[in-house]
């Protein structure tokens, strides 16, 4: 089924916002904590420092109304600057590839590809843009159709 989500990234300190949500809205989080050591290896990249293998890959805890909360560490050791306004997304979680594809190429034009539609290692068809108004979009369909 369809879902739209809010993805939060944080430099370094998600498990404890996390916890922090999880105390305040009550619940479990869906599918535990996912850590950064279990990322395969990717070719041409550096090996992973200890510490970094540690941080929150992807964590997602339900709020209020069906709503899903998500988030990942987003370090400076990993390339990635966060700042207050870069920091959210919209997920969109479509039920099918066709249409992921549609929202994905029209929510990107006029804006920025960040990461092209694609299969992932976690084997859904994933991928990012910011629309031609600054809003971040994720996309992540676990349909193989």
Not at 6 to 31: C, D, H, I, K, W
């Amino acid at each position: 089924m369809a879902r739209v989500s809010t993805y939060l990234n944080f430099p370094r300190n998600t498990e404890e916002a996390f916890n922090f949500y999880q105390s305040v809205f009550g619940g479990e989080f869906e599918g535990g904590i996912n850590r950064m050591g279990q990322v395969p290896s990717q070719e041409g990249q550096p090996p992973m420092t200890e510490d970094d293998k540690n941080l929150v890959m992807h964590i997602a805890l339900p709020i209020l109304g069906g709503h899903m909360l998500m988030g990942t560490d987003a370090p400076q050791s990993m390339g990635f600057t966060v700042t207050p306004g870069n920091n959210v997304y919209i997920n969109l979680e479509p039920d099918t590839r066709t249409e992921t594809k549609k929202l994905f190429d029209a929510l990107s034009d006029g804006g920025k590809v960040e990461m092209e539609l694609q299969e992932m290692f976690w084997r859904d068809y994933f991928g990012s843009c910011t629309d031609k108004f600054g809003i971040q979009w994720m996309f992540n369909c676990a349909s193989k159709t």
